[in-house]
């Protein structure tokens, strides 16, 4: 079997790539900045610290949006560009065969987008195979899948919470809802402002929620100072924020996953629930390393919580899982093809 086998996760936050046989291979932000007449000024990490400091030609942005392609030019010309620095130090990537991740709940339009864009690529590849979001994720967590035991995910991501009930390789039940990491840091920007008269950007609001952000009360005191523009003066000043304040700022949005995952907990069928009562509910994605997130979740379900290894890359170990192991295979299949043939 060729060695040419790749894996993409079009995270709305983060991309990564995985080679069989060479694991992660790239990951960095799913970020572009260009300029007004076209020019790549930079992307991933180095166009992620141009954000917010940019002049008027200069636009700096996501091209993923609530776990779907939003900006399907920008994020052609970005994997070209991840392609080319895969191929300088990794070899030939033209004609492999490649594996996307994409989200369950969304349509079968926005899932033929990634498949699209692949095969527009630099890659020139009409050998893509998707697989579920939920899947990816289980599997990178180490879980079986394949056989009957019920499995439950909750992946939550920049912008979006997937929850997934799982069992035989399939779908049992999902649900995404539109409240993810930026959504946290938006709560911040907006608290901030209000409380202290204070405009932070969203890269300060990020570093806030990494170092404060708590799912439930925190019991010690822990604050950090932060910088920001003074709506009433406009001069820059300096503020110290607690994390009682952050875990008031994002008490809503955790709120509405918890509810999420009730609902999903409700119409399980009951025998995956007793697989779901012995196992616990699993979680992933970036913000599951928000301080006490398994505390928060196992007071509201009675569940036990596990929050996975390396929560971030799960998708993409998942993804790799299935490019080592020719039984899991069956797990990506590729869609239907369209008009273009692909």
């Given at each position: 079997?060729?060695?040419?086998?790749?894996?993409?996760d079009f995270g709305t936050s983060e991309i990564k790539v995985c080679k069989k046989k060479e694991g992660v291979i790239y990951d960095s932000k799913n970020i572009i900045a260009v300029q007004g007449d076209g020019k790549i000024m930079a992307i991933g990490d180095e166009a992620f610290d141009m954000l917010g400091?940019?002049?008027?030609?200069?636009t700096v942005s996501y091209p993923v949006k609530n776990g779907v392609i939003a900006d399907i030019d920008n994020m052609l010309a970005l994997l070209n560009c991840i392609i080319d620095r895969i191929e300088a130090k990794y070899g030939k990537v033209t004609g492999g065969e490649f594996i996307v991740a994409a989200p369950t709940d969304i349509t079968e339009v926005e899932k033929r987008a990634f498949v699209d864009l692949v095969a527009r690529s630099n890659a020139k590849t009409k050998k893509i195979k998707i697989v579920e979001k939920p899947?990816?994720?289980a599997l990178g967590a180490g879980l079986d899948v394949t056989n009957a035991n019920g499995?439950?995910?909750?992946d939550i991501g920049a912008d979006t919470t997937e929850i997934s009930v799982l069992s035989l390789g399939g779908i049992v039940l999902s649900r995404l809802v539109t409240v993810g990491g930026n959504m946290f840091d938006e709560a911040i920007i907006?608290?901030?402002?209000?409380h202290y008269n204070l405009l932070i950007g969203n890269?300060?609001?990020?570093?806030?929620?990494?170092?404060l952000a708590c799912a439930v009360m925190p019991e010690n005191s822990k604050s950090i100072n932060v910088f920001g523009r003074d709506i009433v003066t406009g001069l820059p000043v300096e503020k110290e924020i607690t994390a009682e304040f952050v875990y008031e700022s994002i008490k809503e949005h955790l709120s509405t996953i918890v509810d999420a995952i009730r609902i999903?907990?409700?119409?399980?069928p009951p025998e995956i629930s007793a697989d779901i009562i012995d196992g616990g509910i699993y979680v992933t994605g970036g913000s599951a390393n928000i301080t006490d997130i398994k505390k928060l979740f196992a007071q509201e379900t009675e569940l036990d919580i596990n929050v996975v290894p390396n929560p971030g890359n799960s998708v993409a170990l998942g993804i790799e899982r299935i490019l080592e192991d020719s039984k899991l295979n069956v797990l990506a299949a590729p869609l239907k093809q369209n008009l273009f043939g692909y």
């Amino acid at each position: 079997m060729s060695s040419r086998l790749f894996g993409i996760d079009f995270g709305t936050s983060e991309i990564k790539v995985c080679k069989k046989k060479e694991g992660v291979i790239y990951d960095s932000k799913n970020i572009i900045a260009v300029q007004g007449d076209g020019k790549i000024m930079a992307i991933g990490d180095e166009a992620f610290d141009m954000l917010g400091k940019t002049p008027a030609g200069i636009t700096v942005s996501y091209p993923v949006k609530n776990g779907v392609i939003a900006d399907i030019d920008n994020m052609l010309a970005l994997l070209n560009c991840i392609i080319d620095r895969i191929e300088a130090k990794y070899g030939k990537v033209t004609g492999g065969e490649f594996i996307v991740a994409a989200p369950t709940d969304i349509t079968e339009v926005e899932k033929r987008a990634f498949v699209d864009l692949v095969a527009r690529s630099n890659a020139k590849t009409k050998k893509i195979k998707i697989v579920e979001k939920p899947i990816a994720d289980a599997l990178g967590a180490g879980l079986d899948v394949t056989n009957a035991n019920g499995v439950m995910i909750v992946d939550i991501g920049a912008d979006t919470t997937e929850i997934s009930v799982l069992s035989l390789g399939g779908i049992v039940l999902s649900r995404l809802v539109t409240v993810g990491g930026n959504m946290f840091d938006e709560a911040i920007i907006t608290n901030v402002r209000k409380h202290y008269n204070l405009l932070i950007g969203n890269k300060t609001a990020e570093q806030i929620k990494k170092e404060l952000a708590c799912a439930v009360m925190p019991e010690n005191s822990k604050s950090i100072n932060v910088f920001g523009r003074d709506i009433v003066t406009g001069l820059p000043v300096e503020k110290e924020i607690t994390a009682e304040f952050v875990y008031e700022s994002i008490k809503e949005h955790l709120s509405t996953i918890v509810d999420a995952i009730r609902i999903v907990l409700e119409k399980t069928p009951p025998e995956i629930s007793a697989d779901i009562i012995d196992g616990g509910i699993y979680v992933t994605g970036g913000s599951a390393n928000i301080t006490d997130i398994k505390k928060l979740f196992a007071q509201e379900t009675e569940l036990d919580i596990n929050v996975v290894p390396n929560p971030g890359n799960s998708v993409a170990l998942g993804i790799e899982r299935i490019l080592e192991d020719s039984k899991l295979n069956v797990l990506a299949a590729p869609l239907k093809q369209n008009l273009f043939g692909y």
